[in-house]
Structures are given as C-alpha cells and as structure tokens.
C-alpha cells in the first residue's frame, strides 16, 4: 500500500525559510514524478512545483520562481521543496503528490498519489 508523507511545515516570519519533506513508503519512488501542490483557505488547489523521476526536469508556477526549490534524492527516497522568502500569501496546507507526468510546462497528467498535507503559516 503506498502512502505519501509530508513533514517540515510549521510557523514563520515574512522573508523566513522553511523545508518540506515527502517520503512515499511502498512506492517505487525513483519511477515517479514528484510535486507539491497547496490550498490556501478560500482558494483552490494549485500545482506549486514538480519533478520529473529523474530531475531533469523541473516546474514551478509562477508567484513562486526564485524562491522556491524542489530537489529529489532518489537514493533516499525523499523529495524536497526548500522555501526561501516566504510571504504571507505562501500560508497554506502543502502537500506532496506522486506520480501524473511533469514537464517544463507543468503537470501534463495529475499525480496519483496523495499525502494528507503539511501547513506552512508566513506571519507579516
């Protein structure tokens, strides 16, 4: 059974940094695209930013370029998204996704697998 797990959200400042981390347990993670999505409350869920299985190729939307990161290490097994200038509009519930297609563009097909999410709070 595969699952998907998210940590590293938390609380910080305007112009601060975090680090999320996802893990997926019973899932052949180095033949997955990986990503991050978020919802904000009140907004729909949008794609953030995903890789494709072997890293070559990366997508992040647009109010997010330059900040954020995403990295994979396949030999870990653990995907990451290093969130550097944050502002209060990042606040949201994050969450990792596995699986769909990246490409330069963006998602072409939606992931398949799904973690329950970690929240990123940005105070002003």
């Known amino acids: 059974q595969v699952q998907v797990v998210e940590s590293g959200g938390g609380l910080v400042q305007a112009g601060g940094s975090l680090r999320l981390s996802c893990t997926a347990p019973?899932?052949?993670?180095?033949?997955?695209?990986m990503g991050w999505f978020r919802q904000a409350p009140g907004k729909e869920r949008e794609g953030v930013s995903c890789i494709s299985w072997s890293g070559s190729k990366t997508y992040y939307t647009n109010s997010v370029k330059g900040r954020f990161t995403i990295s994979r290490d396949n030999a870990k097994s653990t995907l990451y998204l290093q969130m550097n200038g944050l502002k209060p509009e990042d606040t949201a519930m994050y969450y990792c996704a596995a699986g769909g297609a990246c490409a330069l563009g963006g998602w072409v097909s939606m992931p398949n697998y799904w973690g329950q999410g970690t929240q990123a709070s940005v105070s002003s």
């Open positions: 019973g899932l052949s993670f180095q033949h997955y695209p």
